[in-house]
């Protein structure tokens, strides 16, 4: 279980379209008593769910699930509280679907940390979210997405291919609720990395016809062109590590490797790189190695994070950002991307961040 990053104590904008109170002139002074009692309470309502800060010792140690769930729970069930006595008390005030969103919002950190008590309680919450027509449609598709994970997650126990058709059957359907939102091309690009390469082309090739966001299409065309080099022997990494190792993926056959792209700057790069370190540990004796290839500009913060981390393999530095080297050279336009090269130096992956570990290994056995 991560750390949970709260995002709970910013002013949201959630509050929908204004509400206008309406009051007989005798009724006036008890419309201004309760629009004082509802801007007390929404005061409270965000101290609430801010969280305090958090222990000293988790800067150096990876807090348990239970010392997790000890720090986070009064909190959020105190704000969760708060939330739905707020629209409850004051069902017609501007700030009253941003009171549910909040209530959501702790529900969802509560099933992160542990409590499955909470489950019936967040469709609840969500139906009754999107009955509401003044939600926001950013926020209408986020709670709709939410649902499409949790049916997906779900078929768990089914396996990982039950998974990702749950995933697809619900995408399709959001496509026809969104038209041409940026959330379901997203979710195309997830599909895309779970696929084979013949139909991850294919759903690359629906991004860049059926969405107008530039930067999508750019995207989808640049991991499109990436594909056509699956199949086909990776060259050309040759470079001196910053620990000042030799490296040349030439050399490195016989050996599954991973080609990991990123930077210490990127949070989703971050985020993956406890279970890229745990694929490491389990499979390095076994043959699989990983070659780091740092869009960082900074030394020193790539020194830091490496050796903070434990990460033990060779990283490649040029401290030239997106000019880098190779970024430039493969055409990488997001990172995290995580490339597999198989035993002959065929690269056989460019989407290795799904299911690393089950990949590596069916690659080592063959």
Known sequence: MRVLKMFLGVSLALAGTTQFLVAAPDDQSSSKLSATQADAAWKELHEAMSPPPTPEAWRTTKPTDEEQKKFFVPFLSAGQAKAKDFYTRFPTDEHEIGAREMELQATQYLIQVGLTNQQARIEEEEKGLLSDSSLPPADRFEIRKSQVERASEAKRSEGDDAVMAEFEKGTRVLQKEFTNNVGTAEMLFVIARNSEPAKAREVLKEIAKNYVDEQLISQAASQ???????????????????????????????KVVLVDFWATWCPPCVREMPNVIATYQKLHSQGFEIVGISLDDSKSKLDDFTKSHGMEWPQF???????????????????????????????????GVAGLDRKVSKLLAE
Not at 227 to 254: H, Y
Not at 317 to 346: E, R, S
Request: charged fraction near 25%; hydrophobic fraction near 40%; avoid cysteine.
């Open 224 to 254: 499109y062109k990436q594909l056509e080099s699956v199949g086909k022997p990776l060259t050309g990494i040759q470079f001196t590590a910053v620990d000042g190792r030799e490296v040349d993926m030439n050399k490195l056959k016989g």
């Open 317 to 351: 530095f040029d401290g030239l950002h997106w000019q880098n080297k190779f970024v430039q050279q493969y055409k990488i336009m997001a990172v995290p991307a995580m490339w597999l090269v198989d035993k002959k130096g065929v690269l056989r992956d460019i989407y």
